[in-house]
């Protein structure tokens, strides 16, 4: 398949994508420049539902690879911009900026931009994604993030669209890439109604009311905003704003250039914090984005600075985009677009072998790898030494031998510019019950063991859970003759926290697990896990439950789960009434949303099962009253987690057997 790359209208180069049989691509070549195409949606392209946002109908996708871009195009009947890679979408981003500035462009109609970000395992794609989105937000040009949610598994390198067109179907992406746009849509709006708050903060002219300020509006901040506080010349402005960001797990909206004038700050309290908040940020790839000084002035927030150029996009020179700003959210749903952002986004672990090697240099030296579809090994080699500013990652494939004697071994080359390769040995150990793992350098044409401690390969937790299941761990046990499932357990015991736990056991045989626990701010929150071995199904989700008041059933907390592609998922928690002599006892119950019924008495489904009953788990009894969780369940629910324990305990003992 060949594809056409253009810059100003002209194919300046072409992409050779080398497809076979079965629809899989095997290598891809690209030959002239680079540059970038625009597709139209087919068609029978079917247009996503009406958003809470009139913007959403003149939305424009940017994307790096083709496939990605055309899937979304045709689920969501957009137009879109390819750009084939990460540093194309900052610099065309980067384009309409400059583009938008200049006065014969005011005025002219453009779309929001809607950039299909890749959810890499390397935060490569993520973080081109946030500085293309900060280029055009400085330039009043409104840009949405759109990243796959974490459901999509993907492969080893990590997920995009096409792999949610893959795993959900045509009607599941549409309903995801829908889903996507109308939360950023909606954060878009929340922040556009706090904005002023951010920009009255920011001109306060007193250094030390500004910098104390700042903390209270940062989780209204776009982009602009964030970039202006941290150009702000009062340095605890800077601070403030990087540990709130820090603190609310959003350090990666901050561009490349204002991320590397942080870590550059010759205030220690800022150079130590960026360090850490960044120091995974600058390998491998540079950034397309210009590096702006500590001293430029301020980004203009003329709104006659926010129009782009109709003729670079593409579109009709009448194109109308005299759009109202979408209406006020209401309380409920502002308090939800606070909520999301500040939450980190969590990320998914994917069945690995590891092991790692500490050279007696301090060095350290990190081995990990799986088996692909089609049962191929392959991995990463990390060298890292923090006192030496070494960071080095390196993707290798292995390959099975076998050595003088018969036995069997994994090799993998690491190749390193300016020093000695880096060869990695994976060899059965004593007993065959686990694999060692040694590192080599070619050094005169002779292999040189690198020494220190560790080497051992082990599964980590995601192998471990899916167990005979894994196509790492079987592989391993053909390959090397060592089976896992046999072998010694995991000598790393998992962290407990404290919590209130259930389980519920519904009568199509889901289990509905639950952790629930109060924050130190006293907010009730829970993971919830919804799995059932033998169709697959296996979600988590994080919630925070709101206080209600029911008629009879006297106070109760309760929360929505959002599902992709299922019906939405209610989660109650309360304290029903006991019996005399009993201890008061909090469970959890669970209840489908079918708001498709017209029926308003069948929109409400009761998931019917056994089990529920909340119980604390060894580190909450352990912790005792100084818990957060022991406190709300004695205060807010009337209910003593330790007194349940102890009734527990009586009644057992008193059981004939």
Known sequence: MITPMRRDGNICGIQQAFINDEGHKLDRKMLGRKGVIRLSPPPEASSLPIMSSAQEKDMLLLGEGFETTAIAIQASSLPGIVAY???AVQKWAMEQAEAAHKPANRGTAVPVIGVLVDRDISRNGQRGARDAISSLDEAGLAARYLEPSIQIIGGPKGADWADARQ?????????????????????????????????????????????????????????????????????????????????AGRTEEIDRAHAKNLVEDKIPAINKRAVAAFQDRFAPYPSKKKEVSMQQPSISTDPNDSRDVAAILGLPDNTNFDNPIPPQTPQERSHNMEQQANTPQATRQYPRMEASLKAPDETWYQASLYADKEGQLKGTVSITNKGQSLDERH???????????????????????????????????????????SFTELKNRKHQQIEGQGGTLKPNEAARTAGAKDKTIQAIGEKLGVNYLEGPPHDKEKRQYPRMESALKAQDGTWYTAGVY??????????????????????????????????????????????????????????????????????????????????????????????????????????????????????????DPVKQVEQAKTKAKGVER
Request: glycine share 6%; charged share 30%; with cysteine.
């Open 85 to 87: 890679d990460v540093g």
């Open 167 to 247: 795993e959900l179907g045509p009607d599941g992406i549409r309903a995801a890439l829908a889903q996507c746009i109308d939360q950023q849509n909606n954060l878009a709006a929340y922040r556009e109604t706090h904005s002023h708050e951010v920009d009255a903060a920011l001109a306060i002219q007193d250094d030390h009311k500004r910098a104390s300020g700042i903390a209270a509006v940062v989780p209204y901040m776009s982009p602009r905003q964030i970039n202006r506080a941290l150009e702000d010349p009062y340095w605890v402005v800077r601070l403030n704003t990087l540990y709130t960001l820090h603190m």
């Open 395 to 437: 993707k290798v494939e292995y390959e099975a031998k076998n050595d003088k004697k018969g036995r069997p071994f994994l090799h993998a080359k690491a190749q390193i510019p300016d020093r000695p390769d880096v060869h990695v040995f994976v060899r059965p150990g004593a007993e065959s019950k686990v694999a060692m793992v």
């Open 518 to 639: 109060a924050d130190k701010d006293g907010q009730l929150k829970a993971t919830v896990r919804i799995n059932h071995q033998e169709t697959g199904l296996d979600e988590h989700h994080k919630v925070s439950f709101e206080e209600r008041e029911g008629s009879s059933s006297g106070r109760y907390y309760s929360a929505k789960i959002e599902r992709e592609d299922k019906p939405s998922v209610f989660m109650n928690v309360q304290a029903p009434t006991m019996k005399d002599g009993d201890i008061r006892i909090a469970r959890t119950d669970f209840t489908e949303f079918h708001p498709e019924e017209e029926d308003k008495n069948k929109r409400f489904d009761r998931i019917q099962g056994q089990g529920g009953w909340l119980k604390p788990n060894d580190a909450m009894l352990a912790k005792g009253d100084k818990d957060h969780t022991m406190q709300f369940m004695r205060e807010k629910l009337n209910v």
